[in-house]
């Protein structure tokens, strides 16, 4: 193994099996959040934002560990299912802890500004 590479080979199969892994983990992982924050958040784009940047991170998680995202070569005895299973897990679970830190964002800087200020009256 070298140093740091940064290779992405888009026509490798690790790639394209972390690829469609975290392709097929958005539907659900978005799915689930925007269920899960229906009740609790007015803006949702923002928790949909978290869902997609913790599957995103997923991704390169994936990638770096994996493939040649960050050494030259990739990982010995890697399998391409074993890879696509990985990702579709790990990205699934990013995203749908993403997105739950967003609402937990989201909702508590909005009960922040719903809340009355509430001022005592002299008698």
């Known amino acids: 193994m070298g140093g740091p590479a ?11 099996a972390s690829l469609f892994g975290f392709l097929l983990s958005l ?3 978005l799915f689930v959040i925007f269920w899960v924050s229906v009740v609790l958040v007015r803006r ?3 928790v949909l934002l978290g869902a997609f940047i913790g599957a995103f991170i997923g991704l390169l ?3 770096g560990w994996v493939d040649t995202l960050i050494f030259d070569t990739p990982l010995p005895n890697a399998q ?12 699934s679970v990013l995203g749908l802890v ?3 830190l967003a609402d937990w964002f989201a909702a508590r800087s909005e009960s922040r500004r719903s809340r009355r200020q509430t001022t005592l009256l002299p008698e």
């Open 6 to 16: 940064l290779i992405i080979n888009p026509s490798d199969g690790l790639f394209l």
């Open 61 to 63: 998680a994936i990638l």
């Open 98 to 100: 993403g997105g739950m």
């Open 80 to 91: 391409v299912g074993a890879t696509f299973f990985g990702a579709l897990f790990l990205c």
């Open 44 to 46: 949702r784009w923002i």
């Open 27 to 29: 539907p659900l992982s």
